[in-house]
């Protein structure tokens, strides 16, 4: 079976219900969809493994990620992908080291994509406005969204041989494209 979004969103359907779950998910799909676009990869699957990345969360979230790559594999997502779901748990849950720039793409993405998201729900004009300035100056200020990990965001980028701006810079313009969609849109915005 190929992965497509279509399918990752039905393979979701029944494990990731709680709201802040599904927008999460659909934070990091399509940030990884930019990042497909960057570095000239098929969007399409990028988005879709991007959304099916906490398969298991809800259910288990003490036990993150061990209840996904037989789960995965059974249901037919291919093995690559599964792989890439896996690795972004690096150290953290599992020790599947990224290698692919999907797989650091994904591990590196899942927490900036929170740092982003809090950040653009403190401004009247949602992400829509968003400087990269005014993010990085946020993502700074370790207290500011403290749960996102900066250490694994910093070993990701080192990974992908970027800077954490530049990783940034083009999450903020996948996300910003789907504004309405994740909440974005700002508080003096009709939603």
């Known amino acids: 079976m190929e992965l497509t979004l279509e399918k990752a969103k039905e393979l979701n ?3 990731v219900t709680e709201e802040h779950l599904v927008i999460h998910s659909l934070n990091v799909c399509y940030a990884m969809e930019a990042m497909a676009e960057h570095f000239g990869e098929d969007p399409e699957h990028w988005r879709a493994v991007g959304y099916l ?9 003490e036990e993150h990620l061990q209840h996904t790559e037989k789960e995965l594999l059974a249901l037919g997502v291919p093995a690559a992908d599964v792989r890439a779901i896996m ?3 690096y150290e953290i849950c599992t020790d599947v080291k990224p290698e692919t720039n999907l797989e650091k793409s994904l591990f590196t993405v899942d927490e900036l994509t ?3 998201q809090a950040c653009a729900r403190m ?3 949602g992400i829509s406005d968003l400087e990269l300035k005014s993010f990085m100056k946020k993502y700074k200020d370790r207290k ?3 749960k996102c990990s900066r250490d694994t965001i ?11 701006s530049e990783v940034a ?23």
Do not use: W
Request: hydrophobic share 35%; glycine share 18%; proline share 3%.
């Open 123 to 125: 401004r009247p004009n």
């Open 53 to 61: 990345h906490d398969f298991d969360y809800e259910k288990y979230p």
């Open 114 to 116: 929170g740092i982003i």
């Open 13 to 15: 359907r029944d494990m």
């Open 154 to 164: 910093q070993k990701g980028c080192e990974l992908l041989g970027m800077e954490v």
């Open 144 to 146: 500011f969204a403290a």
């Open 169 to 191: 810079g083009i999450c903020i313009e996948g996300m910003r494209a789907h504004a309405g969609e994740i909440g974005l849109l700002g508080t003096g915005q009709d939603r």
């Open 87 to 89: 690795s972004h748990g």
